[in-house]
């Protein structure tokens, strides 16, 4: 579904990716796992067309995205930090989009709406609120109900439980396994290895912006011999430090 | 794209910004028009105001404005919008209603104390004017990340145009006394839009006797259909110019 050959980013002298390659298909549940600054946002930001990568290419169902915008339609996007206009209440912010996307189809078409998170989140009743009072959780549910309203197949969700109460969180890892259920492609990065754990069945594993490996989640935990995916990953990671340790000493 | 527009617009109005520009715009023409009995002078202290102020509000609120909308516009990009229509959008909704406020402001005192033909001129002027600085400060605003930056860049703007660039003519002028720089003046003039717009109006008021032998080669010059044609292109220059280049930058733009 999403196809990124040779993906270059740099900010001035640092490289964000580095020949990043990778196929996403249909009906995948991906975790981009890498540590801060591994470029996880970025690669994100690329697909979504809000970072212009300088060299490689993204096409989403075979048409190279550049430039295009025609493809978000299909593309549900959380953001790690939902930035809003203050002044706006959150019923006007969801009116805005509808309007905006209904403007995108034509007249004939309707938008094929997904109201789900709204009432599981009760954000109805906070409907006059404006944007600039709502605290960091409650903008991650207009963020998370964004990204799902439209019923999008494809779902990029940056970090979606942080902030989030328990609760919160449990409904959006329900609405999460719903549509997976529906053979949509998801992609999540997080750092709490136990909601990717649920949520997923494969790991996109990224480190200085170079693809370090892709595999499923069971093979992942058959080859380290874990159960569970955070402490397969961890074991990775030490093995990593460790080999790399070995590289420093012989090359001194 | 209209929707877009609309979403701006409704932005714009919700912080009486320019509403009180309007009002500001209004007291001051009604006050000038109202202290001189002679509405031609009226005009001429207004030309002054016009060629300052405009050029000035129109760069200062359309940068801060730009980088409040950066919410707004981070907003919709994640969305099935296209990026070069967002930004002109953007544009089109700050310079209609600046120049609304202009209209309301400045025109409505010239049409009730001096109609006519250089009433007309000095609304034309203000009009490009204010598309032209709108264009210059989104130029201004896509291309620095910072805010402080960014209003920095507009004032500069503004006190090049406004400023410094008069003086940069005179000293040419003194410089190169020797020589014949009438057909030099006229280039030079182009390439300043506040100093247009101040020589095409100056040629409506029959002043131009005041400006000495370049002024009767203006006068040849603009006076005639031709000029004014002329002017008005190189104003047009002045608006399309910068905001393709705004669209370009926006465009590879990072968020």
């Known amino acids: ?252 | 794209m209209i929707k877009v527009i609309k979403y701006v617009w409704l932005d714009i109005l919700q912080n009486r910004i320019v509403l009180a520009y309007t009002v500001f715009l209004l007291v001051v023409s009604a006050t000038l028009f109202g202290m001189e009995t002679n509405p031609s002078k009226g005009l001429m202290s207004l030309l002054n105001i016009v060629l300052m102020v405009v050029p000035l509000i129109s760069l200062i609120f359309t940068t801060i404005h730009f980088y409040n909308s950066y919410e707004f516009i981070e907003l919709l990009l994640a969305q099935p919008i296209n990026r070069s229509k967002l930004l002109l959008s953007e544009f089109a909704g700050v310079a209609s209603s600046l120049v609304t406020a202009f209209l309301v402001g400045v025109g409505g005192p010239v049409l009730y104390y001096a109609p006519g033909a250089t009433g007309a001129a000095l609304l034309a002027a203000g009009v490009a004017l204010t598309l032209v600085f709108v264009a210059l400060a989104f130029l201004a605003s896509v291309c620095t990340r910072d805010k402080a930056k960014g209003i920095g860049l507009a004032l500069l703007i503004w006190f090049y145009f406004g400023l410094l660039y008069d003086g940069l003519v005179l000293t040419i002028l003194f410089t190169f006394s020797d020589y014949p720089l009438e057909k030099a003046m006229l280039v030079l003039t182009t390439l300043n839009p506040v100093d247009l717009a101040r020589i095409f109006i100056m040629l409506q008021m029959d002043v131009s006797a005041l400006m000495g032998f370049t002024g009767a080669l203006y006068q040849e010059f603009f006076g005639s259909a031709l000029g004014s044609l002329y002017a008005l292109g190189v104003m047009g220059v002045w608006i399309v110019v910068p905001i393709w280049a705004a669209v370009r930058v926006f465009c590879k733009k990072d968020l």
């Open chain 1, 1 to 252: 579904m999403i196809t990124v050959t040779n993906l270059q980013k740099s900010y001035g002298r640092l490289k964000v990716l580095d020949n990043l390659s990778v196929q996403l298909n249909a009906g995948q549940a991906v975790s981009l796992i890498g540590p801060n600054g591994s470029g996880k946002t970025t690669f994100i930001k690329s697909i979504l067309g809000m970072v212009m990568p300088d060299g490689g290419e993204i096409s989403f169902l075979g048409e190279p995205i550049h430039n295009g915008w025609q493809y978000r339609q299909q593309i549900g996007y959380m953001p790690q930090i939902g930035r809003y206009p203050d002044t706006m209440k959150i019923r006007q912010v969801f009116a805005m989009i509808k309007d905006l996307r209904q403007s995108t189809l034509g007249k004939n078409a309707l938008l094929q709406l997904d109201e789900d998170l709204i009432e599981a989140f009760e954000l109805p009743k906070l409907y006059d609120k404006t944007m600039r009072s709502l605290s960091g959780g409650t903008r991650q549910k207009v963020s998370a109900c964004l990204a799902f309203l439209f019923n999008p197949n494809v779902l990029i969700m940056d970090e979606p439980t942080a902030g989030l109460d328990p609760l919160a969180a449990e409904l959006l890892k329900a609405k999460i396994l719903r549509e997976k259920a529906k053979g949509k492609l998801i992609l999540i990065t997080s750092h709490v290895m136990s909601d990717l754990d649920e949520l997923t069945t494969a790991v996109m594993y990224l480190q200085d912006g170079q693809l370090q490996f892709f595999t499923e989640v069971d093979q992942l935990k058959a080859d380290t011999g874990e159960e569970k995916l955070g402490r397969a990953i961890a074991a990775i990671m030490t093995k990593e430090r460790k080999s790399e340790r070995v590289k420093e000493r012989l090359t001194h």
